[in-house]
C-alpha cells in the first residue's frame, strides 16, 4: 500500500512538472495564435492530468460539490477585497516601479492588441484561471494529499504555481521584481490551497482567482 502512494504520488508530481514544461515550450517556443494555445492548454493542463490519474485508478470529483450560497458570497467579497488590494497596490507602487515591463511583456504573450482585449481578458480571468486551479489545486494540491504530507504538498503546488507563471512573463524582469512575484504568488498559491482545503474542491479558489486576475486584466487595460 505504501509502495502504490509513493509510485502515485512520483507519477502524480512528474505528471504535473511535465504539463507546466509543456505549455512552457508551447507559450514560449512554438508561440502559435492565441486560439490554437488555448486548446493546447485544455489539453495540457486538463485533459493530460485527467487521463494519468484514470489511469492510476484515482477517483475523480468523487465529493459531490455542495454550493454554499452564504460561502460563495463570503469569497465574493473576499475576491472583491483582493481586487481592491492588487488595484490600490498598483497605484501606489506605479510611483516607483516602472510596469511598463510587465504590460509589453503580456501585451506581447498575449498578442493582443485593443479591440480583441475584452474577449481575452474574460477568458483569462474566467476560463484560463479554472484550468490553472484544476492543475494547481485540484491534481496538485487535493489529489497529491492524499499520497505525501499537507506541508510538502503545500509548498510544491504553491512554488510551481509561482514558477510557472514567472517563466510566462518574468524572463524580461529586473531579478528584485522577479523575486518580489515569486513570493507573491507562493503566497496567493497558499491562500488558495487553504480555502479549497476543507471542501476538496477549487471553485472557492477559482472564485478568488478570477478577481485577481480581474484586477491584473485591469491594470493591463489601464497602460494599452
Not at 116 to 142: C, G, T
Request: aromatic share 16%; hydrophobic share 60%.
Amino acid at each position: 500500500m505504501e509502495k502504490n502512494k509513493k509510485r502515485n504520488a512520483i507519477i502524480i508530481i512528474a505528471t504535473i512538472i511535465v504539463c507546466c514544461l509543456l505549455m512552457a515550450l508551447i507559450e514560449i517556443i512554438v508561440e502559435p495564435i492565441y486560439f490554437v494555445k488555448s486548446l493546447m492548454k485544455i489539453i495540457v493542463f486538463f485533459l493530460l492530468p485527467l487521463v494519468i490519474m484514470k489511469h492510476l485508478g484515482i477517483k475523480l470529483f468523487e465529493k459531490q460539490i455542495i454550493i454554499d450560497k452564504k460561502k460563495i458570497a463570503k469569497l465574493f467579497i473576499m475576491g472583491i477585497i483582493i481586487y481592491l488590494f492588487v488595484i490600490f497596490s498598483y497605484l501606489i507602487a506605479n510611483n516607483v516601479l516602472d510596469f511598463s515591463i510587465f504590460i509589453n511583456s503580456l501585451s506581447s504573450d498575449q498578442k493582443v492588441s485593443g479591440k480583441d482585449f475584452i474577449m481575452v481578458a474574460l477568458y483569462i480571468s474566467l476560463f484560463n484561471s479554472l484550468l490553472e486551479e484544476f492543475l494547481f489545486r485540484y491534481v496538485s494540491f487535493i489529489q497529491l494529499s492524499k499520497f505525501l504530507s499537507k506541508k510538502i504538498v503545500y509548498v510544491f503546488s504553491s512554488f510551481l504555481f509561482a514558477i510557472y507563471h514567472i517563466s510566462m512573463i518574468g524572463s524580461s524582469f529586473p531579478l528584485s521584481l522577479i523575486l518580489i512575484m515569486i513570493i507573491g504568488l507562493c503566497i496567493g498559491g497558499f491562500i488558495f490551497n487553504y480555502v479549497d482545503e476543507k471542501d476538496k474542491n477549487i471553485y472557492n479558489s477559482w472564485i478568488i482567482h478570477m478577481f485577481a486576475d480581474f484586477a491584473i486584466m485591469s491594470i493591463w487595460f489601464i497602460n494599452i
